[in-house]
């Protein structure tokens, strides 16, 4: 069936540092992978997106990688901040559903 | 622009009772989803809807239903609710069904007893 593995569980990385989050998917039909920042006790948030005929794109300190061979995506946060903590969770849907199939979420702390 | 809103943000229900949790999505938007959020679990697939019809249904049992109105507004009803069911139950909205951002509400978090 449909699912979306996410690795690592928890991160902790030192101020400034990098900080990578991977995301294996079995639909193969998948062409659409948001990425979601949820807070402590807030809604899950957009921080960054991407369609499966791009195979990178990046946003300021954000970047999301996409290997449709391998069904890998990645995220990629440089030059981390204490007010990155949060939980990210990987998604991957097929265009024109909104079914998204979230992997497990991934806590990542950065440490001041 | 009014964000998605959930009513109740909080709920206690006794095991056996049913429960309506709603959704209004942003002004505009017609496709609504919901999703629950566990510890364990993860977000997990209910269901979607688009202009007032179900689209896909997740891997929940019958128990778990919903519909949407000509509004866009969206319920979710469980019925003979278990100790299981306690979660954090999220909507989202969009504003069609096509590869754009589905915005979330705060959720509403329901305990079941």
């Known amino acids: 069936g449909e699912n979306v593995e996410q690795h690592p569980s928890t991160l902790s990385v030192q101020e400034g540092d990098s900080a990578v989050i991977k995301c294996t998917y079995s639909d193969s039909a998948s062409n659409y992978f948001p990425w979601y920042k949820q807070e402590l006790g807030k809604r899950p948030q957009l921080i960054i997106d991407?369609?499966?005929?791009?195979g990178e794109k990046k946003d300021q300190r954000i970047a999301v990688t996409l290997n449709k061979t391998a069904k890998h995506f990645s995220l990629h946060i440089t030059e981390t901040q204490p007010e990155d903590s949060a939980v990210y969770f990987c998604?991957?849907?097929?265009?024109?559903?909104?079914?998204?199939?979230f992997g497990t979420g991934t806590r990542l702390k950065v440490l001041a | 622009k009014a964000g998605v809103t959930q009513t109740p943000r909080y709920l206690i229900k006794t095991r056996g009772q049913q429960v309506t949790l709603s959704c209004s999505p942003i002004s505009g938007h017609r496709s609504v989803s919901w999703y629950q959020q566990t510890p364990g679990q993860g977000l997990q697939f209910l269901f979607e809807?688009?202009?007032?019809?179900?689209?896909n249904k997740g891997n929940f049992p019958g128990r778990f239903s919903g519909r949407q109105f000509s509004n866009s507004r969206s319920e979710m009803n469980v019925s003979t609710l278990e100790l299981g069911d306690s979660a954090l139950y999220l909507c989202?909205?969009?504003?069609?069904?096509?590869?754009?951002?589905?915005?979330f509400g705060q959720g509403t978090r329901l305990t079941v007893v």
């Open positions: 991407i369609r499966s005929n791009v």
């Open positions: 998604a991957a849907s097929i265009s024109g559903t909104y079914k998204y199939i």
């Open positions: 989202a909205s969009s504003p069609s069904r096509g590869m754009t951002e589905a915005f």
């Open positions: 809807y688009f202009s007032e019809t179900q689209r």
